[in-house]
């Protein structure tokens, strides 16, 4: 099972708004909505920002938000702010009833 | 709230074995399935292993197939992993997570370091 594609890294200014994409194949992303987005600060466990594709947990901000088109899922975070830099993960479910992740994608808040 | 914490990791030599726990609290342990992920120092999130609620149902990753044995103890809220032939890839922080709607990891322990070195 390969890992999802995401960007190595992306860049954004405060208040700015940056999206990282995750790219996999119709046995994974394109077949199921179970697609997940976890952040990693250095040095932290990871914590799950986005389920199912667009859901929200109860506690992270809705300037966080997902969504999904074909084989390819994407994270956009609005506005955003210092404390936002960390490392973020995608994940999904596969045909094979198993889990792959992205290769995770360095978010830098300029 | 749910605390899950990992044990058993240590540096242990090429080719042996090892068992790490994962005991779980502030949650109906048995109402959930858990994963096993491991990262590297310095490199990405790999999902390892997944048990379902009733212990039966287990799901590996290919790179782990036939070396790692997951498993849960009901009566003790605790999920298991063992790792036999051990190898210097297996190097890595293992954190286990509670597993929603065989979708999503919401809570996660702060792992167990393994190293494998001679």
């Known amino acids: 099972q390969s890992a999802l594609t995401q960007p190595p890294s992306v860049s954004g200014s405060p208040g700015q708004s940056v999206t990282i994409s995750c790219t996999g194949t119709s046995s994974d992303v394109g077949t199921y909505n179970r697609v997940s987005w976890y952040q990693q600060p250095p040095g932290a466990a990871p914590k799950l920002m986005i389920y199912d594709v667009s859901n929200r947990p109860s506690g992270v901000p809705d300037r966080f938000s997902g969504s999904k088109s074909g084989n390819t899922a994407s994270l956009t975070i609005s506005g955003l702010q210092a404390e936002d830099e960390a490392d973020y993960y995608c994940s999904s479910y596969t045909s094979r009833s198993t889990w792959v992740f992205g290769g995770g994608t360095k978010l830098t808040v300029l | 709230q749910v605390q899950l914490v990992e044990s058993g990791g240590g540096v242990v030599q090429p080719g042996r074995s090892l068992r790490l726990s994962c005991a779980a609290s502030g949650l109906i342990f048995n109402s959930h399935g858990f994963h096993w992920v491991r990262q590297a120092l310095g490199k990405g999130l790999e999902w390892v292993a997944f048990?379902?609620?009733?212990?039966?149902?287990?799901y590996y990753a290919d790179s782990v197939k036939g070396r790692f044995t997951i498993s849960r103890d009901n009566s003790k809220d605790t999920v298991y992993l063992e790792i036999n032939s051990l190898r210097a890839e297996d190097t890595a922080v293992y954190h286990c997570?509670?597993?929603?709607?065989?979708?999503?990891?919401?809570?996660w322990g702060q792992g167990t370091l393994v190293t494998v070195s001679s």
């Open positions: 048990i379902a609620t009733d212990g039966n149902n287990k």
């Open positions: 997570a509670r597993d929603r709607g065989v979708s999503w990891l919401d809570s």
